[in-house]
């Protein structure tokens, strides 16, 4: 070009580049707008009109587009020169075709932010590293859990830092070191995400980074288009919670497999063509084999020989609906000797209604079909000898229905035993004066001794008799369910008054052991019902051994001691000398000091404080309701009233107060209720429950907050 910008010459690569014929170029000036274009047009203006004014432009090299007439856009960079030659004076341009230079850049740029945002976006720690070990990314998730930010690894080799205590190779450095899995990367799983990685499980405890915490790791090499090794990336999943879920379910099919096999029952699991796949040592030792000699057999065929037809029959009749039952079988067992088990069996079906597996519990019950069998040959020998009897020998069941006479009994009354399976009432055989008489007879008579009581009775014809009842209790272990009795007909005896009062004598003596039966079953009731308290607590505390919930075991642990408060007054109401109450201060202070030794108050010292009035007792209406209120209000205080910055101290004050009634203060000299609280407005269940028990003792609550909480009841002594 010359010094006014208008082209002399130019190479057939440039009229092909700008799509112009050799002749069109010459002549025309470079700044027209047909042969540049794009956001760099300006600075070659700027440099071609320095260029023709003399000057060295401050832009020599330039990266311009080329947009040829066809619409194809070319990359060049543009590289400008004055001529040296003075006398000819202009200046020359020189384009260098980098289309493809930029494409490929472009493409790199497009894949390292593809991959910064895949790592940066993972919900899962990751980090990625060159082929030379040097951190390139660190993602938001990495930092959390590290606590180191991206900006203090990226470009250093420290991966291992947060991880380890001294320097050891990471997954992503193993893998690019050995080119992927290869022989010396055999003792590693091989990556779920890739051919050419490795994926490893792993217990952290760094103190000074990652602690206590397992991580399913999995490496993979980065490569380019032609496969040349160009990084790797790492990846961490937390596995924390499952691995310690893992080892509580482990512990619990211990537990499960220590209570099965201390059990004294038979357990057997089975499948629906009753392969045994299950039993505990009890039914081992019953076999005289090992479990590995048991599995694989059938259920039944060890048990029953060629009886196993009992079994087929009874699986049969099991049904999605009716999914359980019973099955009582004779065993002969190893050594030749036989016993009655009694099987209860379950089904469980699938979603289709096909069994999916059998568990079968059996217990021995050769002592009791013995018992039944003697049982039924004493019946037997009983009934032959009341037959012999010259009296009316009867038995009635619990709703009073005569079920048994003797030949005399049928012979002297005119009754048939068909007249008994239709219905036959004790009262049926006395005159309606003698009825209120006699059903508060035998309602004494079921819990005491024998009684001896006169009636006038009554025929199936309607002809009366004078006669004397001897009665006795018919008891199942310690439950009655019967009278037993003989009727002595006083028709023929010359002093019927005589008999009648040595009777009325023996009745109430039989009164006498009768009131003192009684206090001993009460006496036994209060044992059992705390036996059975106790049994409840025991589940409750089990259970929260076994959960690591903590919401969870504070539940369990309220309960706990809501029922332990309860048995503490049934013991005390059991040992006891009335059996009917105990005393207020031995109980209120019992219970007290239970609690504070029991629940943890935040390392808070405690105080308790009782003023009991030594001559109150309570009954169990009032005793069981004025426990859990306490219960409640201790539990409140010392979970919740003391900072632990100085001594606490509950206070307890039970006295009589006027007109017939009680007045329990109990007090706290912790932080006390918010400002404004009412308890008609809180949704606390503890506030919930106060209220509720203290209307069950018909009593009046009322509530101070200042200095403390302050609960003040009064209610009726009866």
Not at 104 to 124: C, G, T, W
Not at 278 to 301: D, M, T, W
Not at 408 to 422: A, F, V
Not at 471 to 480: L, N
């Amino acid at each position: 070009m010359d010094n006014s910008g208008k082209i002399l010459d130019v190479n057939d690569k440039f009229a092909d580049l700008v799509k112009f014929k050799y002749t069109d170029l010459k002549g025309r000036n470079i700044l027209e707008p047909e042969l540049f274009s794009g956001e760099n047009l300006k600075k070659i203006n700027n440099s071609v009109k320095k260029c023709i004014a003399g000057e060295i432009p401050e832009d020599s090299v330039i990266c311009t587009e080329v947009v040829t007439p066809d619409g194809i856009k070319k990359y060049n960079l543009l590289f400008i020169m004055i001529s040296q030659n003075r006398r000819n004076f202009g200046f020359i341009m020189v384009l260098y075709d980098v289309t493809e230079i930029l494409a490929a850049k472009s493409e790199l740029l497009r894949i390292n932010e593809l991959l910064d945002n895949i790592i940066s976006f993972l919900p899962v720690p990751a980090f990625a590293m060159d082929k030379d070990h040097i951190i390139t990314r660190w993602n938001v998730a990495l930092e959390n859990y590290t606590g180191i930010s991206a900006g203090d690894i990226i470009g250093t080799k420290d991966a291992w830092k947060p991880f380890f205590k001294e320097k050891t190779p990471m997954l992503a450095d193993l893998v690019i070191d050995h080119k992927g899995r290869d022989s010396e990367l055999s003792s590693y799983d091989p990556s779920a995400f890739g051919y050419n990685g490795i994926e490893e499980t792993r217990h952290f405890n760094n103190p000074g980074g990652i602690g206590d915490t397992w991580f399913r790791m999995s490496a993979e090499l980065l490569k380019d288009n032609e496969g040349n090794i160009t990084g790797a990336i790492q990846v961490f999943e937390d596995i924390t919670g499952l691995k310690y879920t893992e080892k509580e379910l482990l512990e619990s099919r211990e537990l499960y497999r220590d209570v099965v096999d201390v059990n004294s029952e038979y357990i057997v699991r089975f499948r629906d063509d009753r392969t045994i796949t299950f039993c505990n040592e009890a039914y081992c030792r019953l076999l005289g084999k090992s479990p590995e000699e048991i599995s694989g057999n059938l259920f039944g065929l060890d048990i029953c020989g060629e009886n196993i037809s009992l079994f087929s029959d009874f699986f049969s009749s099991l049904t999605p609906d009716k999914f359980s039952g019973s099955v009582e079988n004779r065993a002969v067992l190893p050594d030749g000797s036989t016993c009655w088990i009694r099987w209860d069996i379950v089904a469980f079906f699938d979603e289709h209604g096909d069994v999916r597996e059998y568990q079968a519990i059996g217990r021995d019950i050769t002592d009791q079909k013995n018992a039944i069998e003697d049982l039924l040959k004493a019946e037997k020998k009983f009934r032959d000898l009341c037959d012999f009897l010259p009296q009316t020998v009867f038995e009635l069941d619990i709703k009073r229905n005569v079920v048994f006479l003797n030949k005399r009994g049928y012979d002297k009354l005119g009754y048939s035993p068909d007249d008994l399976d239709k219905g036959l009432g004790f009262l049926d055989l006395v005159i309606p004066e003698d009825h209120n008489r006699a059903l508060d007879n035998i309602v004494l008579s079921s819990y005491g001794r024998e009684l001896g009581i006169r009636y006038t009775m009554k025929k199936k014809d309607g002809t009366l008799f004078g006669a004397m009842l001897f009665t006795s209790p018919i008891m199942r272990g310690r439950t009655p369910v019967g009278v037993r009795g003989i009727v002595i007909d006083l028709s023929n005896v010359k002093e019927p008054d005589a008999v009648y009062n040595l009777s009325n004598n023996l009745y109430i003596e039989n009164l006498k052991e009768s009131l003192k039966e009684k206090e001993t079953l009460l006496k036994e009731v209060h044992h059992r019902v705390k036996n059975n308290l106790q049994i409840i607590t025991s589940i409750l505390r089990l259970h929260s051994y076994n959960t690591s919930d903590q919401g969870l075991k504070d539940i369990l642990q309220e309960c706990y001691n809501q029922v332990y408060s309860m048995s503490m007054l049934h013991e005390k109401m059991y040992r006891s000398d009335t059996l009917s109450d105990v005393g207020a201060d031995d109980h209120i202070r019992s219970l007290g000091s239970y609690l504070i030794n029991e629940i943890s108050a935040r390392g808070a010292d405690v105080r308790f404080l009782a003023d009991i009035d030594p001559e109150i007792r309570f009954s169990l209406d009032k005793g069981i309701p004025l426990s859990l209120m306490l219960n409640e209000m201790i539990t409140n205080s010392l979970k919740y009233a003391f900072s632990g910055d100085g001594p606490g101290q509950i206070s307890i004050s039970l006295q009589k107060y006027n007109y017939g009634n009680y007045r329990l203060i109990y007090s706290d000299n912790g932080c006390g209720l918010p400002e404004g609280f009412r308890i008609e407005d809180s949704e606390s269940l503890g506030f919930e429950l106060i209220t509720n028990l203290a209307e069950q003792l018909d009593g009046k609550l009322e509530i101070e907050n200042n200095g403390g909480l302050k609960y003040i009841l009064i209610f009726p002594v009866q």
